[in-house]
Structure formats: C-alpha cells, structure tokens
C-alpha cells in the first residue's frame, strides 16, 4: 500500500522554480528520508504533502486524499513533528501531552506516549525546564500522541547531542516497528543511513537520486579502493574486485588492510555536485 505519491510535483516563489517536477512513492511503514542541501525544496514539498502550502502543479496523493482539499478527519491520521514552538513553556510535559490528545478523535493514553519518549521522570516538570533533546522528545510526543498512521519529522536531530541522538533514533525506529510510516527531513547522512528504508536526494528541486542507503547513486557497485602498508609506505588501489587483488598481492601480510567504498556521503555530495 502506498503512503505518499506524488507525480510532477511544482512550486514557484515569483518565477523561481523551488520545486521542478518531484516524482515521489513511499510505501506504507517505510521510513523515508529526503535529503538535500539549504535550498533545495525539501520543506515546501512537505509542506505540501502536509497541506500546509498550494501547488502550482502535479498530482498529489496522502493516505488517499489530496493535502490540498482534505479535511480534519484526515489530518488526524498525520503526526507532524515541528521545529520547537515555544509555546506552553509554563505547563508540565503531562499537561502538554494531555493537551495536544485532545485534540484527537483515538489518542494514546498521554503518560503512555511520555514513557515512550523517555521523558517519564520529566513528566511534571515544565516546558521551560527542559534541555534541548528533552524539548524535542516532547515534540515528538505531541506528533504522535494522535495515534497517526504517517509523521513527518523536520530535521529532528539538530542540535543534538551524540548520545541523545542515538537515543532519539531509537525511537524513531520502535515508531517504526509498530507500522507507522515516517517521512524524514535531514542534513546529517548519517541519520539517513541509521533510519531510512529509502532515500531521495534532491537538489533544485529535483530528484536527483533515489534507493536505499546502501545503494544510493550505484554506492554498492562503485569501484573499492584498497589500501595496506607496503615496505616503501601506504599503497592504494582501485578496482572492482577487492577480494580477488587481495589474493593476488600474495600470502604474506598486509599490514594496515583496508577496503573501502564511497560513503553515503562521498555519494550525496558528488550526487548534488558539490565540490570536494
Ligand atoms: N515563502 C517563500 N517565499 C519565497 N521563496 C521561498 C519561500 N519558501 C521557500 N522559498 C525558496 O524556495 C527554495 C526552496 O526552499 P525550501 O525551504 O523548500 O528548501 P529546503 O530544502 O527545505 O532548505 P533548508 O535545508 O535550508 O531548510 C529556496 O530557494 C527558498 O529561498
């Protein structure tokens, strides 16, 4: 079952294409990641897939109806995970949780959803009390608290700390396991790698490439290049089949042996022509 389809998808701000014919399919329960640099189109198209913003054109499809027309029982079925707002600083993390449920047909029970976010021993402490990963914990909390079926999480991890980080993708893979489909804005390849099923990279507003992370832009098959300590200092080479030269640089040890293929980011960053 399909989540998301979008077909030549644009968007113009004053004859500026921000968005230029975006193709999209993300399947029920997949976690999918759009990747791209400052730019490139990435909120206003989820922001259209959010109803939140007109098209100019293309076809449209979220949980069977189209963002621009459908109405609130559709909007409940979506989690959208803002930026931090900085509103209800003075209640309680419960207070907020309970808040936002209500305004939901089917809620989680809110302490519930503070327990999933790891925020229990900070359910009576206020907004304003809370570190900025506790903050966020809290944001994904109110995008879920409604049970939605799809959530859209803008760059969740900024300014994150590494160990909070791991956590919060830790939670974001159980929202995962329990079927829920995410669509996930991020600037950290990383990120993409840990969480996604599938990513797209785009750039200008387009497409430029789509797969797993593992196969992102041919990443699988590119050439390896292998490197080892040698008598006169670090050789390298290139080739298409590491095991096989291995072989045949002989019995004797290679000190230092690595084999290495372009990361999720050497591709990304060739993929938006970035220079390196
Ligand atoms: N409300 C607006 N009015 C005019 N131009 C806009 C507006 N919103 C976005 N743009 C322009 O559209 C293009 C795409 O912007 P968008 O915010 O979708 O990019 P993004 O990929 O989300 O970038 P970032 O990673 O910086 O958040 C940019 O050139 C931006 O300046």
Redesign the pocket.
């Given at each position: 079952m399909t989540a998301i389809q979008v077909r030549g998808l644009r968007k113009s701000?004053?004859g500026?294409a921000?968005?230029d014919g975006v193709d999209l399919d993300i399947r029920q329960g997949e976690v999918f990641a759009l990747l791209?640099?400052?730019?490139?189109?990435?909120?206003?198209?989820?922001?259209i897939l959010e109803g939140h913003r007109k098209r100019d054109a293309g076809d449209v499809d979220v949980l069977g109806a189209d963002p621009a027309t459908a109405g609130r029982a559709w909007r409940a079925r979506l989690g959208i995970v803002l930026q931090t707002a900085n509103d209800a600083a003075e209640l309680t993390v419960r207070e907020s949780v309970r808040h936002y449920a209500a305004y939901y047909p089917n809620p989680a029970g809110p302490d519930d959803v503070i327990e999933q976010v790891g925020l229990t021993a900070k359910a009576d402490a206020r907004v304003k009390s809370l570190s900025g990963g506790q903050r966020r914990r809290l944001d994904v909390a109110l995008g879920v608290v409604g049970r939605p079926e799809l959530v859209f999480l803008d760059?969740p991890t900024t300014g994150f700390d590494p160990e909070a980080r791991r956590q919060f993708w830790e939670l974001i893979r159980n929202l995962a396991t329990s079927g829920t489909t995410i669509l996930l804005?991020t600037?950290y390849l990383d990120e993409a790698e840990a969480l996604a099923d599938r990513v797209a990279v785009?750039a200008g507003?387009r497409i430029v490439a789509e797969g797993t992370p593992a196969t992102l832009g041919g990443r699988s098959t590119a050439k390896a290049t292998v490197s080892w300590l040698g008598p006169g200092g670090r050789e390298t080479r290139t080739t298409d089949t590491p095991a096989a030269l291995i072989r045949e640089l002989g019995d004797h040890e290679l000190p230092e042996l690595t084999v290495t293929r372009p990361s999720l980011e050497d591709t990304y960053l060739s993929l938006i022509g970035a220079p390196r």
């Open positions: 701000y004053r500026h921000a968005v791209g640099p400052n730019g490139a189109g990435k909120t206003t198209t989820v922001e760059e804005t600037h785009i507003g």
